[in-house]
């Protein structure tokens, strides 16, 4: 169980949670355990979790083992290995069942071919016709395929780093946003990296096929849209870029001839002290993806179907929306700095900022939004002190733009401060021409920059507002 936002439940457990919460179901008689998929760094740490945890106990249920809490900050894949190490013979052993781990590596989805010249996902996600007939609501079950209108770099020449500020179309959508919401992408993988695993595992990558669920009665019928084809599942729906995680390094490892590869790969999927270390390393710290473990491990061939079984979801990425809908309601705007770094000798690629960072003025990126509850005063009035280093300002020029959008209209509007921090000046300071118009119409009644390699010593967005406050006292 996630927690998001300010200690809340994910979207898809909101229901549950409140379920849990308000109402006073008897679950005597039911056995549960917790776990938890949080960070340590935010103020509700898995608070969601801890809110089920005492619930079900709360409600009767008898809680069969302890909750367990795994820390994102840290290490949360190690997190949940040492959880269910410790889980699986207790929960076995006070049944009687018998422990089978030769069950995880079983399949839940069987392969089905079709047909040449049926129609077959591309990229859609939940009806075949989803993008050539798009229909609302848009969400992140039903992305809607906005077009780009405006993809400009923020960065000057100097800077070693590059931030994209994006606009895409949303006019034949309808989508209402309100400023300070997020904006949900789903990126597709890069084409390179496609190519390697289909010229890894020999196989061919555009026949169409379909994987469904052995258990009929299951909710998930398809692991993603089907049917398809083995490079439209590697381009739109799984995730071949992040570090892999466990149960995906066992289940390839029975695919693997060579017998030093096969416990190297199985070590990395072990629980003992040695293969979390190993994993810690290998997997997260250098973090290695499935393109990575295949070429380190030549002997490894899973059947291609099975491999993408195993692999997690592709899934959006959320960007803050940085436009406000009185501004410009048929567009949304987000500013987004691209990952790139290296690990050693592999150059690493962050999957949806390299996504976007080429695409051209009228090409299409499935996007849509999220409420959030980061939001201006209702009263326009009310004034208001804004914190945004780099990207994080993002939300506040949707601000900006909102309060001078009443200001035009003649409203009383309140101060506007910003705190605005980046490395340079002449480097990283982005939408340097619009904050200084922002200033000079009386929208932002006072700028603060904080540049932290402009000079001898750092100067951050806090040292800034410290010192506004000891020269105002
Ligand atoms: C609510 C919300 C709002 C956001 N708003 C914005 C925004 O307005 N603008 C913006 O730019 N981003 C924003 N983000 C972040 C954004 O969603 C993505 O996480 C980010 O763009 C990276 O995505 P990616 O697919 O390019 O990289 P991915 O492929 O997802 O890779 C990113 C991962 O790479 C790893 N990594 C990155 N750098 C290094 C390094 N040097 N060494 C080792 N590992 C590294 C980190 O684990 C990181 O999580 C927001 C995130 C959230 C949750
Ligand atoms: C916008 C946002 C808000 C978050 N809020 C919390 C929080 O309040 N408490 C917490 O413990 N973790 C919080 N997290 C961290 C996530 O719970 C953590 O990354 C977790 O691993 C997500 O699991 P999932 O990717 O499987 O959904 C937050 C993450 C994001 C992106």
Redesign the pocket.
Known sequence: MATYGEGDPPDNAALLCEFLRDEQPNFSGVWFTVFGLGNKTYEHFNETAKMVDKRMEELGAERIFPMGLGDDDANLEEDFMRWREAFLPKVTGQFGWELNTDAEGSRQYRLEWVEEGRPYFKGEFGRLTAYERPRAPFDVKNPYLSTVTENRELHGDESQRS?KHIEFDVSKARIRYDTGD?LGVY?TNDSALVEAIIQLLDFNPDNVFRLINVDEDATKRNPFPCPTTARMALTHYVDI??PVKSHVLRGISEYTSDEKEKAHLQLLSTASEEGLALYNTYIQKE?RSIVDILKEHPSCKPDIDHLLELLPRLQA????I?SSPNKQPDKIA??????E?D?GSRH?K?????FLRDKPVESNVPIFVRK?QMRLPTRPNVPVIMIGPG?GF?PFRGFLQERQHFKELGKDVGAMHLYYGCRHPDHDYIYKDELEAFVDAGVLTHLECAFSRAQAEKVYVQVRRLKFLQDTK
């Open positions: 931030c997020h990126p870029c992040a973090r990425r959320y960007y803050s940085a987000v500013c987004a700095v691209v990952t770094y690990i690493i962050g999957v949806c900022t390299n959030s990207t993002a």
